[in-house]
């Protein structure tokens, strides 16, 4: 019982690892002995990063644009000379971008889409060998799908293909989580309410302290709160966790 958040020695990838949600849960995996690999669009803040969390324990960097499937055969390409398996994959890599309704560009919609369904889609497809390498009843391999409470509510803000993705990536989630049960590889998704990040700067600046007020739990979410969550589902306490999607939003969704 001792051990049941350990995931020392296990092989992860994070997209969009570089910065934000994708960081804090990279910092969680690698000060508890998992070798991480991390993923982003831009290669110099990815390399970055990689040295920065190396004060921890091992990071690598492999920048890819995982908005195409060019980029996401080669990120697959360039993790599969390195390891053999693949423990768990954190599909995080994500874009929002806001227009009034009737001014929204068919370019955001389909950035947005790509990058948020498409991309996790055709990399979680792709890494099915190294994932089923690793994958076994006790201990499967573990897919972890990071959505947003904005795909389980609806937010005033005019987001539309960002809101509607993270449904999708939702739904997405069961779907594979059915689907990959048989071969020993949980699929779960996480619903980050605020926190930290680029994508929420310009929020939490404008209407941060609202936002804090309006919160059950007074405050928005800290890196060991999305740390936790997925050392969680990564390790031996979430081996039985399959399909399930998770808010961590200090009870948004759930109680407000």
Not at 200 to 221: A, C, D, H, V, Y
Request: glycine share 10%; charged share 25%; aromatic share 6%.
């Amino acid at each position: 019982m001792k051990n049941l958040f350990d995931v020392s020695g296990k092989v992860a990838l994070v997209t969009g690892g570089s910065r934000g949600i994708g960081e804090m849960i990279a910092h969680g995996y690698v000060e508890n002995g998992a070798k991480v690999y991390i993923s982003s669009r831009k290669a110099e803040a990815c390399d970055e990063t990689a040295a920065r969390l190396c004060e921890f324990g091992e990071c690598i960097s492999l920048p890819n644009d995982l908005a195409n499937l060019e980029g996401v055969e080669k990120l697959v390409a360039e993790l599969s000379e390195r390891e053999e398996k693949l423990d768990i994959l954190v599909n995080n890599a994500g874009a929002a971008w806001g227009a009034a309704l009737e001014e929204y560009p068919e370019d955001g919609w389909d950035k947005v889409m790509d990058i948020n369904v498409k991309g996790p889609f055709f990399l979680t497809v792709r890494l099915l060998p190294l994932l089923r390498q690793a994958a076994s009843e006790a201990d499967p391999a573990r897919v972890i799908n990071i959505a947003s409470i904005d795909g389980m509510h609806v937010n005033p803000t005019e987001h539309y293909p960002y809101s509607a993705s993270k449904a999708g990536m939702i739904h997405l989630t069961r779907a594979l989580a059915k689907r990959l049960a048989t071969d020993d590889i949980t699929v779960n998704s996480v619903s980050p309410g605020p926190f930290e990040s680029k994508m929420m700067e310009w929020t939490l600046k404008q209407f941060g302290e609202q936002i804090r007020s309006s919160n059950p739990r007074k405050r928005i979410g800290s890196p060991e709160d999305m740390a936790g969550v997925c050392i969680y589902l990564a390790s031996r306490a979430g081996a039985y966790v399959t399909g399930a999607n998770i808010p961590v939003d200090g009870g948004i969704v759930g109680v407000s």
